[in-house]
T-cell receptor, first 116, second 107 residues
Framework: DAGVTQSPTHLIKTRGQQVTLRCSPKSGHDTVSWYQQALGQGPQFIFQYYEEEERQRGNFPDRFSGHQFPNYSSELNVNALLLGDSALYLC???????????????FGPGTRLTVL | AQRVTQPEKLLSVFKGAPVELKCNYSYSGSPELFWYVQYSRQRLQLLLRHISRESIKGFTADLNKGETSFHLKKPFAQEEDSAMYYCALSDDYKLSFGAGTTVTVRA
């Protein structure tokens, strides 16, 4: 099992463009979370997808949207890119437990997005 | 709102010396806290969680609700402990991370 995989590894875009990042969860996992990690900071939660729906969202604008597919893989879309969107975007997968309990999140290597 | 604070950006210790990474949190409910580690050129991975009360790679962390702290400790640091360490708090389904502490263990 390769664990959580993300593509692409690196990406360079210009302001105003749109970008799509992809994530495949660890085998057997059904939940995907996305985080943004700016330089020198800890990861910041963007949102989480479970059963193809957004289950929880952090403090990010609507320019950030996502999707989860029936095979549990996920995409993160960012529209109207700003310079401040430059960051490492991390995907994490987990296996949903009952109720609201936490389950260990396994992280991917990340996608480095640079906005010029 | 929940918040995790790691006051030290950088920590340098000699091999064999004790190391302690500080983590303070604010949370209105009953917190679930974790330490994540990222070694050079590797992905972020879970080191330990407070509910398991176990020692991983010689590291331990005790949740102190009175002081709202979850400090990470190891009595004898090793060179392979050099890494970036993040304290994190679970709130429903999401993790809230601190800014991280870079630990360098010198020979």
């Amino acid at each position: 099992d390769a664990g959580v995989t993300q593509s692409p590894t690196h990406l360079i875009k210009t302001r105003g463009q749109q970008v799509t990042l992809r994530c495949s969860p660890k085998s057997g996992h059904d939940t995907v979370s996305w985080y943004q990690q700016a330089l020198g900071q800890g990861p910041q939660f963007i949102f989480q997808y479970y059963e193809e729906e957004e289950r929880q969202r952090g403090n990010f604008p609507d320019r950030f949207s996502g999707h989860q597919f029936p095979n549990y893989s996920s995409e993160l879309n960012v529209n109207a890119l700003l310079l401040g969107d430059s960051a490492l975007y991390l995907c994490a997968s987990s296996l949903a437990g009952g109720g609201r309990s936490y389950n260990e999140q396994f992280f991917g290597p990340g996608t480095r997005l640079t906005v010029l | 709102a929940q918040r995790v604070t790691q006051p030290e950006k950088l920590l340098s210790v000699f091999k064999g010396a004790p190391v302690e990474l500080k983590c303070n949190y604010s949370y209105s409910g009953s917190p679930e806290l974790f330490w994540y580690v990222q070694y050079s050129r590797q992905r972020l991975q879970l080191l330990l969680r407070h509910i398991s009360r176990e020692s991983i790679k010689g590291f331990t962390a005790d949740l102190n609700k009175g002081e709202t702290s979850f400090h990470l400790k190891k009595p004898f640091a090793q060179e392979e402990d050099s890494a970036m360490y993040y304290c994190a708090l679970s709130d429903d389904y999401k993790l809230s991370f601190g800014a991280g502490t870079t630990v360098t263990v010198r020979a």
